[in-house]
């Protein structure tokens, strides 16, 4: 992931965590989607099967802060972003994620809150799962 041309971050095998902090998300939410995400069983065992954890497979994350998965196109061309919660609450929320994981053994690196990204994902599978609480 690069920010004005720097690498900022840099994974291997692991997961891409797009985060979107909404209105009413708190510290319940944020808990909850650290642990699920910490031991969710989305790695491919020896048999193929989707069985292990991204602390099974020692694997590493990425957390970036998404707040256009909060967009809302239903009316018009132009999608609002009102449902996404302000800067500064999502900041904190977003923070104590990446902390949470860690703390449940996830090697965590993350995006720069606000900056624009640009974010390259080699998406083996491809696997994307929406978790919300």
């Given at each position: 992931m690069t920010v004005d041309n720097k690498v900022i971050s840099?994974?291997?095998r692991g997961l891409v965590v797009l985060l979107g902090i909404g209105h009413g998300d708190g510290q319940e939410q944020v808990k909850f989607l650290a642990e699920k995400t910490a031991n969710l069983r989305?790695?491919?065992d020896d048999q193929g099967r989707t069985n292990l954890s991204i602390l099974d497979v020692k694997g590493e994350a990425i957390v970036v802060?998404?707040?256009t998965l909060y967009a809302d196109s239903r009316k018009g061309r132009r999608p609002s972003f009102t449902d996404a919660a302000l800067p500064e609450v999502a900041r904190p929320l977003?923070?104590?994620f990446?902390?949470?994981l860690r703390g449940h053994?996830?090697?965590t690196q993350t995006g720069q809150f606000g900056s624009h990204m640009l974010v390259e994902i080699h998406?083996?599978?491809p696997v994307t799962i929406w978790l919300e609480k």
């Open positions: 840099q994974i291997g989305i790695f491919e802060s998404q707040f977003v923070s104590q990446v902390e949470l053994g996830v090697p998406n083996d599978g």
